[in-house]
């Protein structure tokens, strides 16, 4: 099982609270194996992660998906929680990850944002620089935009 945190304790709180709420083994009777953080490699590719989760609002808990584009997995989780705390004030003690995984085939995306910049022919606008000064107070041979 991956257990997504920001340090070691945190990971094993988390485990054990998931031990106790969905098996009902209590932390005393569990036994630590191992717990080791996995490495993320990042070859700078955007990717689409589907991430699906589970947050505690003070009215209950909520199954949510979001679609996140990422480099990697702990970018797209960092992305999501950050997300969260800013728009919904949710703390990442809140969240449950179930399960991470990228999205290759275009056609299996359903957020608009994520279909939106996925596209193939993706084209940006290119603003030009336009001084906001006049050519009869500003030097001959000066470099505005450097």
């Known amino acids: 099982m991956t257990v997504y945190a920001k340090n070691v304790v945190l990971a094993e709180k988390a485990f054990r609270d998931h031990l106790n709420?969905?098996?009902k083994i209590k932390s005393s009777k569990a036994v630590k194996i191992s717990?080791?953080?996995?490495?993320?490699?990042?070859?700078?590719?955007v990717?689409?992660?589907g991430i699906d989760f589970v947050y505690q609002t003070p009215t209950?808990?909520?199954n949510a998906h979001k679609e996140i584009r990422a480099i990697n997995k702990c970018c797209a989780i960092t992305t999501l929680y950050q997300e969260f705390g800013s728009r919904h004030g949710i703390d990442s003690s809140k969240?449950?990850?179930?399960?991470?995984y990228v999205i290759d085939d275009i056609s299996k995306l359903t957020r608009q944002k994520a279909i939106t910049y996925s596209t193939e022919n993706l084209k940006f606008p290119l603003f030009t620089k336009n001084s906001n000064t006049d050519k009869e107070f500003v030097p001959v041979g000066t470099k505005i935009f450097e």
Request: glycine fraction near 4%; hydrophobic fraction near 25%; charged fraction near 35%.
């Open 60 to 62: 209950g808990k909520h």
């Open 95 to 100: 969240f449950f990850i179930r399960e991470v």
């Open 21 to 23: 709420q969905q098996c």
């Open 35 to 45: 717990c080791e953080e996995v490495e993320q490699e990042s070859d700078f590719v």
């Open 47 to 49: 990717k689409n992660y």
